[in-house]
């Protein structure tokens, strides 16, 4: 059985300058756009230790930082870098079509 999937259109591209977090909701899905140099991300809005909302949180060179309990999550593999999180984050693909931002929900 596969898994269906669609794009969805989160933002245009001019909302989501160099160092910013976008966040918005799809249905049931808390979700988070990030601008790291550049490269959007898209991964889960909520932490996974203590459901803190991850776009109060502050973007480094290591990643998303919880602004509860201070672990950071990798932009790329949803992987947390520090205690007390221990579960990844969801990520999800993105793509910019027309100054368009879309991630691919599952």
């Not at 976008?22 to 203590?50: E, P, Q, V, W």
């Not at 949180?57 to 007390?84: D, V, W, Y």
């Not at 969801?90 to 599952?106: L, S």
Request: charged fraction near 25%; proline fraction near 4%.
């Amino acid at each position: 059985m596969s898994i269906l999937s669609e794009w969805v259109k989160a933002c245009g591209i001019q909302k989501l300058g160099k160092g910013e977090l976008f966040s918005f909701d799809y249905h049931d899905k808390k979700l988070l756009l990030t601008n790291f140099k550049g490269t959007i991300y898209a991964t889960d809005r909520i932490c996974t230790h203590a459901e803190a909302d991850l776009s109060n949180g502050i973007l480094t060179e290591e990643g998303i930082t919880c602004p509860l309990h201070l672990s950071i999550f990798n932009l790329e593999t949803g992987m947390p870098q520090n205690a007390p999180a221990e579960k990844p984050l969801r990520t999800y693909n993105v793509k910019i079509e027309q100054n368009e931002i879309y991630v691919e929900v599952v």
